[in-house]
């Protein structure tokens, strides 16, 4: 049989009268492997901090929804400490970390319009708050890490933000407070909530100032950014202490060695926000008629439709007759206006929680979107990334170059970043297991149509940092 020089060479053995085409098999192989890592690295971040008491930041991110609905953001905000006449404090040269995940939902710009612009509000807030500071140099205080994924807004709605803002700091330095610091010296929760509540009051001031017959492309996204919606978990560590504030159903979870240093326990530092909270539902229950509370709240949703009870934007939950009766000229909004008796139903303002580390059993703090906590628990994520260090000095497993081999080198790589570790879990719906995902499990999930993939889970975000 004459055979091409080019055939001759894939033709490798003669095994039970079967020819094998193995540079055919191993270049699948490698393609399939090589395209799965991509898939599920092309956001991924590692970053050694060394600041703050935190040594490394870790994060993934997966899309579901096209455009993706979930953000991230890492920066620093103003550290301060007290004068010692009380009042004010003095600005240090290292700021203090600050990191989140913002949860879109009915749309990504929202969370697009917060991911980019909170760390400004949080900078402003301090600085507002803080005597011997001027006030408008919130971006010379703050810094921000440009992570793979991110988007810019357009230089126009930026100029929008940045006018909005710097009105805002003008105003709370009139009326601030005498102290921008809590009674024991950490971060005043007052930085936060203002920080919270002037961007959702922007976000939706300003899309009403753009309604008119004749909007341009840039007018409808800033309404767009007001009509979705977006739960953020927003923390921020110092040496001592971790503050987390938190509007919406993401989730933060600290990683605990126990005593004996022999297991790992997960210990919440948040509350979700929606109808499984009941002290949610008194609370939004407080705050209207009793003849409403069979309407608020329908199956577990607010007005039927909303899952989180706190969000930026949807400002349909928040408006009142008269605004959303100016709404109703570009937007049909008939459904609202028989609905909202004594609005506003939500509200972005956080909850916020504090909480001092222990340096000897304090080990990491796991922040994520519900695209993860579906399908992996608080105790099981905890133990993933416990398992993740307990492992980091163990050798380098060798593997051979079959099929089964090579697919378990590509799932091993992706294990060495916690937080792919830990989204790895969710798309392969672990829920209780600490072992790593099979290949097919991660490789089926990514084969699934784009229109179908939101049918199987969310958006996922996730980050990772691991105290000194």
Same mark, same amino acid.
């Given at each position: 049989m004459g055979l091409s020089r080019h055939t001759r060479c894939l033709l490798v053995c003669h095994r039970d009268g079967r020819l094998t085409w193995s540079r055919n098999l191993s270049s699948r192989i490698y393609s399939e492997c090589k395209y799965l890592h991509k898939v599920y690295t092309t956001h991924e971040v590692a970053i050694d901090l060394n600041r703050s008491n935190i040594s490394r930041f870790e994060s993934n991110h997966l899309p579901s929804n096209s455009p993706t609905e979930d953000r991230r953001f890492l920066g620093t905000i103003p550290s301060h400490s007290r004068t010692t006449s009380g009042g004010g404090g003095i600005i240090q040269k290292e700021g203090r970390v600050c990191f989140g995940v913002v949860d879109g939902h009915a749309g990504h710009k929202c969370a697009q319009a917060v991911?980019? $612009?909170?760390? @400004?509000?949080?900078?402003?807030?301090?600085? /507002?708050?803080?005597?011997?500071?001027?006030?408008?140099?919130?971006?010379?205080?703050?810094?921000?890490? @440009?992570? %793979?994924g991110d988007y810019q807004e357009s230089s126009l709605?930026?100029? $929008?933000?940045?006018?909005?803002?710097r009105s805002w700091v003008t105003s709370s330095s009139e009326n601030k407070p005498s102290s921008a610091t809590s009674d024991d010296g950490g971060l005043d929760e007052r930085i936060f909530s203002s920080a919270f509540e002037a961007l959702d009051h922007h976000l939706i001031e300003d899309a009403m100032g753009v309604i008119s017959s004749s909007m341009n492309r840039y007018d409808v996204d800033v309404i767009e950014s007001a009509l979705s919606g977006a739960c953020v978990l927003t923390v921020a560590v110092d040496d001592e202490e971790v503050v987390c504030a938190n509007s919406g159903d993401?989730? /933060?979870?600290?990683?605990?060695?126990?005593?004996?240093?022999?297991?790992?326990?997960?210990?919440p530092l948040t509350n979700e926000h929606n109808a499984e909270n009941s002290t949610e539902i008194q609370r939004i229950f407080d705050a209207h008629p009793e003849s409403e509370h069979p309407t608020i709240i329908q199956g577990g949703r607010l007005f039927g439709s909303l899952l989180p009870l706190r969000a930026f934007g949807d400002m349909l939950f928040k408006l009142d007759g008269s605004?959303?009766?100016?709404?109703?000229?570009?937007?049909?909004?008939?459904?609202?206006?028989?609905?909202?008796i004594t609005p506003p139903y939500l509200s972005a303002s956080p909850e916020i929680t504090r909480r001092q580390i222990d340096p000897?059993?304090?080990?990491?703090?796991?922040?994520g979107t519900d695209g993860l906590w579906d399908f992996v628990t608080s105790q099981v994520a905890v133990e993933v990334i416990g398992q993740h260090l307990d492992s980091a000095n163990d050798p380098k497993p060798q593997f051979g170059s079959t099929v089964e081999e090579q697919h378990h080198q590509t799932v091993h790589r992706l294990s060495a970043n916690g937080a792919t570790r830990l989204m790895c879990h969710a798309v392969g719906q672990c829920m209780n297991s600490k072992t790593? %995902?099979?290949?097919?499990?991660l490789n089926d999930m990514i084969k699934i149509a784009p229109e179908e993939t939101r049918n199987n889970r969310d958006d996922i975000e996730v980050i990772v940092v691991y105290f000194r």
């Open positions: 991911s980019g $612009r909170l760390l @400004d509000y949080l900078s402003a807030s301090t600085l /507002a708050q803080c005597s011997n500071e001027a006030n408008g140099d919130w971006e010379s205080h703050r810094t921000r890490w @440009d992570l %793979p709605i930026r100029d $929008r933000h940045r006018q909005s803002l993401c989730k /933060a979870v600290l990683g605990q060695l126990s005593e004996d240093g022999h297991s790992w326990h997960a210990i605004k959303l009766n100016k709404l109703k000229q570009v937007f049909d909004v008939r459904n609202f206006l028989a609905k909202s000897k059993r304090d080990k990491f703090l796991i922040v790593l %995902p099979l290949f097919g499990q």
